[in-house]
């Protein structure tokens, strides 16, 4: 049974930072793709950061590129979301997500391309 446990979320000030962790248990982690996506109040789910599973090259839209640091450490099957300089707009519940591939070096933005996901965690920026 595939299990993705958030963690780190809480109440942050505007510019401070938080760390959320996702804990991988039930697959093959270090063959996983792996991304983070949000939902806000009255929001749909959307695209926050997503790491393949040979660590390469990260992706971020532009909402939060730059601030935000996705990174992945396959020993402990747990990946991160670093996130600074947060903003009210960034309150929302976040949710990590897993997909086995075949493709170390590919990372996915779609929600659809995700097998497994986590309960979320929320984060609340106050201003």
């Known amino acids: 049974q595939v299990q993705l446990v958030e963690s780190g979320g809480g109440l942050v000030q505007a510019g401070g930072s938080l760390r959320l962790s996702c804990a991988a248990s039930?697959?093959?982690?270090?063959?996983?793709?792996m991304g983070w996506f949000r939902q806000g109040p009255g929001t749909e789910r959307e695209f926050v950061a997503a790491?393949?599973?040979?660590?390469?090259?990260?992706y971020y839209p532009d909402s939060v590129n730059g601030r935000f640091i996705i990174s992945r450490d396959n020993a402990k099957n747990t990946v991160y979301l670093q996130m600074n300089s947060l903003k009210p707009e960034d309150t929302a519940v976040y949710y990590c997500?897993?997909?086995?591939?075949?493709?170390?070096?590919?990372?996915?933005?779609?929600?659809?391309?995700?097998?497994?996901w986590g309960q979320g965690t929320q984060v609340t920026v106050s201003s």
């Open positions: 790491i393949p599973w040979s660590g390469g090259s990260t």
């Open positions: 997500a897993a997909k086995p591939s075949t493709y170390g070096g590919t990372a996915y933005r779609a929600e659809y391309a995700y097998d497994y």
């Open positions: 039930g697959l093959t982690f270090s063959r996983s793709a």
